[in-house]
């Protein structure tokens, strides 16, 4: 197995899916010669040439409605919005028609497509580059929602992504594209949209988390166990449409209490429902309140400042001790 970083892991998985299906097409701004902003797209123009790597003009709603119109004909694209602030101007085209099409056509047509955006802070970006805003199109029906947090699972969950039927959303956590490696394996791996993942198995308190915030949760966790001799279950959602509610009301039964943590406004958020499904289904099995550790309902500050936005290990360890101690 060779060890790469996020970026690597994501180009090797599209790689390797246009070689196995000519159906597979990518394309966006800057994503041929240029290999895209994040060179995550490296490689894939010289190999595949113009006509499965396409370049195209700075136009998202053009973007995500020729995929929309290729994937109603056959191909299997994969298009990528440079970063997520940007892919609200595609919002009308994913809303209005590519999470419909299915319903709107009573299954006669699907929209097997891959909208690929870079996710997140962490990277001291300018205005529109750093936003999570997954649960907008969670809130979405008919569209599915991945967001991964390291490099293996981020291959095997493109993977699963570009063979889908229905149109997918794939967020990618910017801040983790170079920030560390793992070993990937040489063959393809799949990793079922719907299913998380018990990161941590332990008792008392269960962390869930996905994307880029399972870097904090996991720092977290070791921090409590060590300072307070509790080793915390960790749940990585890894997809949040489907949301894999089983694996989180059945950890939490066990362990009693819960802190969700992710990087969006706390509003409505990802984090919101989580906690609120765990109060319907587990309610009776609570010690606590559940507790969210999670950006603040403001836009994302610019620089130096969004490190007291995006949470940390430590604003999760109090959220921990703060729950224990109830």
């Known amino acids: 197995m ?44 010289a190999k595949f040439g113009d006509k499965r790597v396409m370049d195209t003009p700075l136009a998202e709603a053009g973007i995500v409605g020729t995929s929309i119109g290729m994937a109603i004909y056959g191909l299997r694209p994969v298009c ?59 809130h979405t029906p008919g569209l599915k ?14 993977h699963a992504a570009i063979q889908d039927p229905d149109p997918v959303i794939y967020y990618e956590p910017k801040a983790l594209y170079r920030l560390f490696k793992e070993e990937v394996p040489d063959e393809i791996e799949v990793m079922p949209l719907g299913q998380a993942k018990v990161v941590q198995e332990g008792k008392g308190i269960t962390l869930i988390s996905y994307g880029a915030c399972m870097r904090a949760t996991l720092e977290a966790a070791e921090m409590l166990e060590e300072e307070d001799g509790v080793k915390p279950e960790i749940i990585d959602l ?4 489907p949301l894999d509610m089983d694996t989180v009301c059945k950890s939490v039964q066990k362990t009693g209490r819960a802190v969700v943590i992710s990087e969006e406004p706390r509003y409505c958020s990802v984090a919101s429902e989580v906690s609120s499904q765990l109060n319907d289904t587990v309610f009776l099995y609570l010690e606590a309140p559940v507790r969210r550790v999670t950006g603040f309902d403001t836009p994302i500050p610019f620089f130096s400042k969004e490190k007291y936005y995006i949470p940390d290990a430590e604003r999760v360890l109090m959220a921990c001790r703060e729950t224990l101690s109830f």
Not at 6 to 11: E, G, H, T, Y
Not at 13 to 26: F, G, I, K, T
Not at 83 to 88: I, K, M, T
């Open 2 to 45: 060779a060890e790469m970083n996020m970026a690597k892991a994501i180009n090797k998985a599209l790689y390797e899916a246009m070689e196995r299906d000519s159906r597979v097409v990518v394309l966006g701004e800057d994503v041929g010669q240029d290999e895209g902003v994040f060179r995550v797209t490296e490689g894939l123009w």
């Open 80 to 138: 990528e919005i440079q970063f997520a602030g940007f892919d609200y101007f595609a919002y009308h085209q994913l809303e209005s028609h590519a999470a419909r099409f299915r319903n709107r056509t009573r299954g006669r047509l699907s929209v097997p497509m891959v909208m690929r955006a870079p996710s997140g802070g962490g990277i001291r970006a300018l205005e529109h580059h750093s936003e999570s805003r997954e649960g907008t199109y969670a």
């Open 145 to 158: 929602v991945v967001i991964p947090s390291g490099p293996r699972n981020a291959r095997a969950l493109l």
């Open 238 to 241: 890894l997809s949040i449409v």
